[in-house]
């Protein structure tokens, strides 16, 4: 709390006297004006006080409101954010890491260990050259002729293609319905 000081204590007060200080302590001040300036100088003191216990209510006044902004808050302000927040940005979170999870199971892993196989595999050549132990594996021998994988591709895109030409000749075909007249049309006879 605040210390308010007396209205005696309020006096003007100035480290270094100046030329215009030296003359008015010179010159004596009537009982009339010393009375006048005690007198404002207890009105100065007094408004002082005022404004102390003024400015005391007014930080009370504002604890208080703090007080109200938090109970606002944790009462009508936090549930609308977390339910919004539930509605709206933690399934958009969620998709977001399901997908992350599934690129990198499904993409990443496979590619990494590919690579680190690959890798090992060049470094278990490298450790086999180096000790003299080289076994080449002949390749397997390539099949001449058309295999049942072959055959059946083959099959399924004569297929296709058979289906293309039928529904070009379907829309292209000369029906009489299908084509638009190419005069115009004539009001009827009456």
Known sequence: MRQTLPASSLAWQDETPTDSDRRESNVNLSRRRKKELRKLQDDAGQLWEAQQVLVGQAAGIAREAGRQLGNFNRERIVPVVQDAYARKVAPTVDRGLR??????????VPIVGGVVGTALS????????????????APAPRKKGLGLGSFIALVL??????????????????DDELWVADDPLSAPDA
């Open 157 to 174: 895109g004569a297929a296709a293609a058979i289906g293309v030409v039928v529904a070009a000749w379907q829309a292209l075909r000369a």
């Open 99 to 108: 997908i992350g999870r599934h690129v990198v199971d499904e993409k990443v």
């Open 122 to 137: 060049a470094w278990d050549v490298a450790n086999a050259k180096r000790h003299g132990a080289v076994t080449r594996v």
